[in-house]
């Protein structure tokens, strides 16, 4: 049995460790070598969902986890990721996105047109202050919002093209999940009607008509 200052000297030295990873690197990873994408969602508890301590208890620490709405690819989750996987000693990463999702409730043309009639150009947006190169083509302001028609297939995609990046490495373990808000369980993507009878997962549960702007229409 180790004596109380034997415990404490470890337990401190574990803990300068774990304080300093990134001095490391690759050398110092987070605990699962994970990355997690994953929708804004309050609804959505990382930690229940992948059984696994991102930010609880503090000092958990298993994941990088990186949220947006939706928890789709967008320039920022392909940085995130790509400085975790190559810099950091990241070997895998995770999608989970979720039924009931606020990304599928509207169609992002009407999202577009209700900020255009607050007398927002959306043409002429700089989407990042710090980085005015970074611009979208005239008339994708709708795309970028990034709203969805079926969360499955949505997350069956993003798996796909984090696969297809170049600037993820090709041994890094990628797989999507979704989290049925309505039963708390975690299910794979699906199109089996059957499986996802239980769930919200498209617009069309919402009563939007029309598809949304394509954003998958440009393969890496
Ligand atoms: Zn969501």
């Not at 337990?11 to 929708?39: H, M, Q």
């Not at 984090?162 to 999507?176: A, E, M, Q, T």
């Not at 549960?205 to 393969?219: A, E, I």
Request: aromatic share 6%.
């Amino acid at each position: 049995m180790l004596s109380m200052k034997e415990e404490l000297t470890a337990r401190i030295e574990a803990y300068d460790k774990w304080a300093s990873r990134r001095r490391y690197g690759p050398d110092g990873p987070n605990n699962r070598r994970l990355f997690v994408l994953t929708c804004m969602d309050e609804r959505l508890p990382i930690d229940e969902a992948l059984g696994i301590h991102v930010d609880t208890p503090p000092g958990g620490g298993d994941a990088h986890c990186f949220r947006n709405a939706g928890g789709i690819i967008t320039d920022d989750a392909i940085r995130s990721a790509m400085l975790t996987c190559n810099f950091f000693g990241t070997k895998e990463i995770v999608v989970v996105q979720h039924t009931q999702c606020g990304m599928l409730c509207a169609n992002a043309r009407a999202l577009e047109t209700q900020l255009q009639d607050k007398g927002i150009d959306t043409d002429q947006i700089i989407l990042d202050p710090t980085l005015p190169e970074l611009k979208l083509g005239k008339g994708a302001f709708a795309k970028w919002i990034g709203m969805m028609d079926d969360v499955d297939e949505t997350c069956i995609k993003t798996v796909e093209a984090f696969r297809n990046h170049p600037l993820i490495p090709k041994d890094v373990i990628i797989s999507g999940w979704i989290w049925e808000v309505e039963t708390r369980r975690l299910r794979a993507p699906t199109q089996d009607p059957n499986k996802r009878a239980r769930t919200d997962a498209t617009t069309a549960d919402y009563g939007v008509k029309d598809k949304q702007p394509p954003r998958w229409t440009v393969s890496i």
